[in-house]
């Protein structure tokens, strides 16, 4: 059976002189490596370039607000059970008279961390959040520890600032691939990340 | 005193130091690195004496290949602190007579022989030097180096007939 | 008189031995530098401008680690060995014929250590001890690796040294003498030895490999097979003298190369330039201007086979013992041998014929 096309015959015949001489070898293999040594290099210098990451990239946690800027969490915890990392934790809090402007339901989440070395960043607390209330931004890695504090994230950390809100640029497939279309044509967005706080 | 006098002072006393260290060590490996300095002090007395043609080759092959094979080999020994201890006291008896026999007679051969003292006037500081070297290997004594060449031949030969691996047998 | 001459040999081979070690530190960068290029990486570039201060801040780390010695090896000779191996690296440049002369108030100051009229053996009688610090190192690290990457070492060095002086005989009997100086007069006006000696240029280039511990030769301390090979247990800076005494292994050789076979400081055009120099200038600045162009063109030369060193490191994997056996006994030295002979006869039967015509 053949799978492929690529498979390539192997015999086992003698070698001829040229080939025993080992030297024409020797200089086929320079040849290829000077090449290598003059070739343009793929290198990106990370922290002065920053390579564009894709609409849909899975970067660091945000915990959305509303447009009237409420917290959409209900510390409901389906993200925390479909987290296969165990990553996130929670604890509910009930809704005080007062405080409506501040939340948008009647429970909400009084603490909310995700464990920063825990994360896979996989996206299921994406999909899992009934409320949109949790993403993986697309534009902002999460940045290198320092201290081990840093490690686990809490709201302060996780919940969006309204001065600057983060929205996706695509959703789907189809949306990224118009996206670049576009990007292509001129129309570049770039990435500038915020620093964390 | 002469820088060149003290220079042979020093260099005498080290190899007599590091020849006897050959044999008083007790770790192989020890004696073996004495051999080498040995080899080397032995190399600037030669250089000493304006030969420095039998001082370089003094080096490469005694220092550079005689005696790494002779690490080589003591390298392979496994040996324990304490067997080494185990020498019977005949055998330091017998290797003191015949150490002190080849002392003796080097030394009344060296007393017999009558060394010109130094005359400048017939002294020559090429003697030592590659280009005389060769002229007296190639036209007085040609017959003997070539002797010579044809004994390290058989000598080559014998041990690739040594080293050889017979039918049937393995090594490995 | 006397103190003068002794200041002028102290100062050259200071400056020489200041030479080689800027050099050999450089190639730890270069290597580095060259291993991504070839990869398609940039290589070392934070430290620096283009990295350039990436081997004072290896001397530094390797400084400030802890200089360790294992409880049951031999502590006096677990030191000499990195010591040893330095020293016999070093030993090696003071022969080396950098340029011709520098002239200052009618002196004549040779770029040159030694000249010495057993130059060549001399090298090689350095380079024959080169061995020790590496076996030395090896067994007395007690350890198992370490004695076998050492045994390895003396092995493959004994093996490529008789096809590497049996390679260097023929351009010796072309020149008729051992000294270093001599023989890159010699090769004066494009006479370069590579002409006459292709073969006996690649069995000496493919035993300096070898005598370098070098890619593909570098079975002493074959990662795969033997942990780290004869510096296993070797840390802090004792580790980086036996890592620096590579380089200059490495630097020492390519001089030698480029001495024996490319003509040292000659390079095309050399009395033409010297000409021109010496009408522009005068006698005593032309002359040490072209003696600073042939240096140059020395260094370049040299520096061309560091980096050969290099790319042959990064093309070519390593061979299994027994291929290096084979190769070092059963090719080079028939090699080898074979062309003393074809030497020898050209030079006796050839030469003549060849003189003959030409007059």
Known sequence: MQL???????????????ERAYLPAIATGLGIT????????????????????????????ILKRDADGKERCTACGLCAVACPAEAISMVAAEREKGEENLYREEKYAAVYEVNMLRCIFCGLCEEACPKQAVYLRHDEF???FTDRDQVIWGKDLLVEDMNNRYTREAWTKEEAKALDDKRANGEVTNVTPRPVP | MNPSISFFYFLSFLTVFSALM?????????SVL?????????????????????????????????MVLFLFVIMFLNMKQDEVETKANLTKIAGTIVGGTVFVILFGAYRKTAIPAFDPQSYQSQVGMIESLGHLLFKDYLLPFELISILLLV?????????????GERHF | MELTEFTIKSITIVAVFALTLVIAMYSTWAERKVAGFIQDRRGPNRAGWGGLLQPMADAGKMFFKEDFIPALANKWLFIAGPSLAMLTALLASAVIPFGSTFRFNGVEVPLQGVESNIGI??????????VYGIMIGGWASNNKFSLLGAIRAASQNISYEIAMGLSLIAVLMMSSSLSLGEIVSQQHGGNWNIFYQPLGFIIFLTCSFAECNRVPFDLPECETELVGGYHTEYGSMKLGFYLFAEYINMFISSAIISTLYFGGYNYPGMDWVYNQLTSAMGTATGHNIATLIGTAVFFGKALFFVFFYMWVRWTIPRFRYDQLMNLGWKKLIPLAIINIILTAAGILFLKPIITQILN
């Open chain 1, 4 to 18: 492929t096309n690529r498979s390539k015959q192997v015999s086992n015949k003698e070698m001829t002189f040229m």
């Open chain 1, 34 to 61: 000077i090449k290598h040594f003059f070739a343009k290099k793929v290198t990106i210098e990370y922290p002065e370039v920053k390579r564009y990451l894709g609409p849909v990239f899975r970067g660091r946690h």
């Open chain 1, 142 to 144: 999460v940045p290198v």
């Open chain 2, 22 to 30: 050959v044999v008083v060590a007790k770790n192989p490996i020890h």
């Open chain 2, 34 to 66: 004495y051999l080498i300095l040995t080899f080397f002090t032995l190399s600037g007395h030669y250089i000493l004496l304006n030969a420095q043609f039998l001082a370089a080759v003094n080096i490469i092959v005694y220092a550079g290949a005689i």
């Open chain 2, 155 to 167: 000598a080559m030969i014998g041990a690739v007939m040594l080293g050889k691996r017979e039918i």
């Open chain 3, 121 to 130: 053996l001399y090298v090689f009688g350095v380079v024959a001890l080169g």
